[in-house]
């Protein structure tokens, strides 16, 4: 059966968060500063770059800072990962065995 009367009777206290950070009023994380120190440099990055890059009279893909560089990062990822995985994988045994 319901209480017909509320159970606090006023005396209530009003609702408290069990942690202080559960409830978030604005960027306070860690993570989240870190992620937009990250993109606030990049941003820099790539504007201050195409500006230089423009001024010598750079065009196209060039324009970006570092094209060379940038353009080889992935195939240097994968590359990476070959490494590891034979280094540290299963392929380990087996050049240990053959040898």
Request: glycine residues 12%; positive net charge; aromatic residues 8%.
């Amino acid at each position: 059966m319901l209480p017909t009367e509320p159970l606090c009777n006023g005396t209530c206290a009003p609702y408290q968060p069990v942690h202080k950070h559960s409830v978030s009023k604005g960027i306070d994380s860690v993570g989240a500063i870190l992620l937009l120190t990250v993109f606030g440099v990049g941003v820099l990055y790539v504007g201050i770059g195409v500006k230089l890059n423009k001024s010598k009279g750079l065009s196209g893909k060039e324009l970006l800072p570092h094209w060379g560089f940038w353009s080889e990062v992935p195939s240097l990822v994968r590359d990476g990962v070959q490494h590891t995985a034979f280094r540290y994988g299963d392929n380990q045994s087996a050049c240990l065995r053959a040898s």
